[in-house]
């Protein structure tokens, strides 16, 4: 069953060209996610790093699809060269401050990356499609816009590494109560956009939303759609048991890696 108290949802369809293209029409920030928004602008705006090429804001809440007390609040930083450990630590130190502030935001998520590294990556799609920029120069004139396929693979392509090293993980008792949630989240997450990934081709659509991966997924795996809702399940209400995760990557997430591969998709 897809969760009830996710409502809204932004799926981007293939154009006229067969490519994807941000719908701009579809940008809005929620009333609560504005202050929040404002408070991390001011923060980079004092902070005046030089380093720093751009910050793009990403995700559900750039839609106005924003759960409380479920979504995150997600940024790309763009940078010209690495940040420093210094200049990393003073930034992450105050998301935590914001986040104690904002308490119904599950998270202040941020992705580091060099301007060279981003361009070439992947996670550029992200960039292209679900994100506005918020500081500094906007960079998405210079990344393509992607095709229905491999181009939208992000997930997937880093699936077979991630799993292999979170069971590695396991094995070696890395995880407790206390992280084992958030790492049973996160690996969700990507099994679940994995599937979307899979049929995104067929389907001619590319999102992030968790439960519209899971509807468009089993429209064409309708076998798998058990497999799927557990882990679509662990992604909204995760465990400590890293026994029903490791099912999940027996069942659902070595599968993808497999389906990818025989589609050629990775």
């Given at each position: 069953m ?30 609560d996610?504005?202050f929040?928004?404002n408070?991390?602008?001011?923060f980079?705006?004092r ?13 559900s ?17 763009i ?8 200049d990393r ?11 104690k ?8 998520d ?18 292209k ?7 500094g ?15 939208i693979?992000i997930?997937l392509?880093?699936?077979e590494?991630?799993?292999?090293k ?24 990507r099994?679940?956009?994995?599937g ?41 209400k ?5 026994k ?5 990557f027996?069942?659902?997430?070595d ?12």
């Open positions: 897809v969760d009830p108290k996710i409502t809204k949802s932004i799926c981007i369809y293939k154009s006229k060209d067969g490519k994807f293209h941000m719908p701009t029409s579809k940008v809005y920030i929620q009333k996610y504005k929040p928004i408070n991390v602008l001011d980079f705006q902070l005046n790093n030089k380093n720093i090429h751009s910050i793009y804001l990403r995700g809440i750039v839609f106005g699809s924003g759960i409380k007390n479920i979504s995150d609040l997600d940024f790309f930083i940078t010209l060269r690495p940040l420093a450990d210094f630590q003073l930034i992450n130190n105050h998301m935590k401050k914001l986040n502030k904002y308490p119904f935001i599950t998270k202040f941020i992705g580091y990356f060099t301007l060279n590294q981003i361009l070439s990556m992947k996670e550029n799609v992200l960039i499609l679900t994100s506005v920029c918020i500081y120069k906007d960079l998405k004139y210079r990344i393509k816009s992607p095709r229905p396929g491999r181009d693979t997930s392509s880093l699936l590494n991630e799993i292999k979170t069971k590695k993980e396991i094995k070696i008792g890395l995880y407790n109560k206390t992280n084992t949630p958030s790492m049973c989240i996160w690996i969700m997450k099994i679940i956009r994995s979307l990934e899979i049929v995104s081709k067929r389907e001619g659509c590319f999102t992030r939303d968790l439960n519209e991966c899971f509807k468009k997924f089993i429209k064409y795996y309708p076998d798998k759609k058990d497999d799927m809702q557990k882990a679509l399940s662990l992604a909204i995760p465990t400590t048991k890293t029903l995760i490791k099912e999940v027996y069942n659902m997430g599968w993808l890696i497999s389906e990818g591969k025989k589609l050629k998709l990775i």
